[in-house]
């Protein structure tokens, strides 16, 4: 088993810094949509003030607010040296940083007459997909879809009037048995990944960059990129993936692979791609 376990790091350290295929992205479609962390702030005027602040200085989504500007305080993860801000900055680990706070971009992966289908054009969070290695990694219960249906959903659309719409998504547990959730925003599934009439048509459609704010939590990322790896809800590759996968999560990789596995160091560190049903 430490055998297994050794070589699976191993080669998880070789994707880490595999060289991206380029930027072959086929053209998509994008709107603007809500607000999250995104940007490390490294105005010294701004940070000053920022660092006089104290939690009485919140407002409901947890931001601080300069002239109507929003901020948020994260402490960052256990980076390591290859870690930097989009600026070329190194991120230090456990270290205290301000992000602006900024609209998202989401990529548009399908329309019909009255909705909108969308993914982020970013991993913009990096949140564990379960406590431990021995939990149900089914994504019904998984810390991603508690995150997303109740954390995310509460502060990205606050100051939204047409907010996104509960949309039914097909998974399998773990046990095998299929059900059917309901949830105003949700991970990419096999359905949303393998859909032809979707913009994920090659693996260079697929992969998708890190925020700084994402960065900082030590998300796994490809150094050139920093393309980083994100979640799916389901424990398939596509919809018609044999059974024996199902003690597997499911992740799109820096390059724009989808792989599976049971190990809890990667179901710790990958990143969240939301997805949204918005009303045109």
């Known amino acids: 088993m430490k055998k297994v376990f050794l070589s699976f790091l191993s080669l998880f350290m070789i994707l880490l810094f ?4 380029g930027n072959n992205k086929v053209p998509f479609s994008t709107l603007v949509y809500g607000r999250y962390p995104k940007t490390r702030i490294n105005d010294k005027e701004i ?10 200085n919140l407002n ?40 602006l706070v900024e609209p998202i971009s989401w990529r548009i992966m399908k329309s019909d007459d009255n909705y909108n289908y969308l993914i982020t054009e970013q991993v913009i969070e990096c949140k564990k997909y379960v406590e431990n290695k021995d939990d149900d990694i089914s994504y019904d219960t998984s810390l991603a879809r508690k995150f997303l249906i109740n954390d995310f959903y509460s502060v990205a659309f606050t100051n ?3 907010k996104p719409e509960k949309t039914e998504i097909n998974i399998v547990k773990m046990d095998g048995t299929e059900i059917t959730l309901n949830d105003e ?39 050139d990129g920093p ?17 024996e996968d199902l003690h597997s999560m499911y992740y799109v990789s820096e390059i724009g692979l ?21 009303k045109k």
């Open 160 to 162: 939204e009037n047409n």
């Open 60 to 99: 409901d989504d947890g931001y601080f607010v300069i002239d109507g500007v929003e901020y948020y305080k994260s402490t960052s993860g256990e980076t390591t040296d290859v870690y930097t801000f989009e600026d070329g900055t190194h991120i230090r680990p456990n270290r205290a940083y301000y992000y």
């Open 227 to 243: 393309n980083s790896y994100y979640f799916k809800c389901s424990p398939f590759v596509t919809s018609t993936i044999a059974d």
């Open 185 to 223: 925003i949700w991970l990419p599934s096999a359905d949303d990944m393998d859909d032809p009439a979707l913009t994920f048509a090659t693996e260079d459609d697929a992969y998708a960059r890190s925020t700084d704010f994402t960065l900082s939590k030590a998300i796994p990322f490809n150094y």
């Open 258 to 278: 989808i792989n599976g596995t049971n190990s809890v160091i990667t179901l710790q560190n990958i990143g969240i791609r939301p997805c949204i049903r918005l």
């Open 47 to 56: 940070i000053a003030k920022l660092d006089t602040f104290n939690d009485s």
């Open 18 to 21: 595999v060289s991206c295929k």
